[in-house]
């Protein structure tokens, strides 16, 4: 059974550039969730897709998206970046039962200058 | 807002204490309250979690008591090893988990030999 797998690993972008990150859900996983973790901060939730469908989202801007494929692999974009963005960006996957959790990635690094 | 607020920021503690970490919440939808732990470069890991119908949950060496009336719950580590050394989350979540986690800011925890 493979877990949550998150690429790439590090990224630099600049200021108002557009910037991709990939997540591979673990295996028997239908929901999907994004979090943005500043450097000494705990998580902080962007959004959760669940079937391909977003069913919820935090206090993030639209510039802020999302997809989830039929394969609940997963998308998160961000569009004009800015210096705040920089952060640990989390994928999260869970198969809908609370007793496991969700299972977290180790993440992607994003750093904009 | 500040959802879930979490303390100490930092502790260090010697091989075999037990160190305390407390949270509070506001929001009296949340039913699900789990612990995760985060070492650098990964992603948080599920602990171990509490619903607020019972008042103490232990697994292994770890125990959330829960006081529902007070809105707080707190993780102990018994016989803490040098290998619990890593930053602790405590995390609230309304639907029994299936719900986006609100995540306290974090406990570094320094187990000394």
């Known amino acids: 059974e493979t877990g949550v797998t998150q690429s790439p690993t590090h990224l630099i972008k600049t200021r108002g550039q557009q910037v991709t990150l990939r997540c591979s859900s673990q295996?028997?996983?239908?929901?999907v969730s994004w979090y943005q973790q500043a450097l000494g901060q705990g998580p902080q939730f962007i959004f959760q897709y669940y079937r391909e469908e977003e069913n919820g989202r935090g206090n993030f801007p639209p510039r802020f998206s999302g997809l989830q494929f039929p394969n609940y692999s997963s998308e998160l974009n961000v569009n004009a970046l800015e210096l705040d963005d920089s952060a640990l960006y989390l994928c999260a996957s869970s198969n809908g039962q609370a007793v496991y959790g969700y299972t977290f990635g180790s993440g992607t690094r994003l750093t904009v200058v | 807002q500040q959802q879930v607020k979490q303390s100490p920021q930092s502790l260090i503690v010697q091989k075999g204490g037990i160190p305390i970490i407390n949270c509070a919440y506001e929001?009296?939808?949340?039913?699900?309250f789990p612990w995760y732990q985060q070492f650098p470069g990964k992603g948080p890991a599920l602990l171990i979690a509490?619903?607020?119908?019972?008042s103490e949950k232990k697994e292994g060496r770890f125990t959330i008591s829960f006081n529902k009336s007070a809105k707080q719950f707190s993780l102990h580590i018994m016989d803490s090893q040098p290998g619990d050394s890593a930053t602790y989350f405590c995390a609230a979540s309304k639907d029994t988990g299936r719900r986006a986690l609100t995540f306290g800011s974090g406990t570094r925890l320094q187990v000394q030999p």
């Open positions: 929001n009296t939808a949340f039913d699900y």
């Open positions: 295996s028997g996983h239908n929901t």
């Open positions: 509490i619903r607020p119908d019972v």
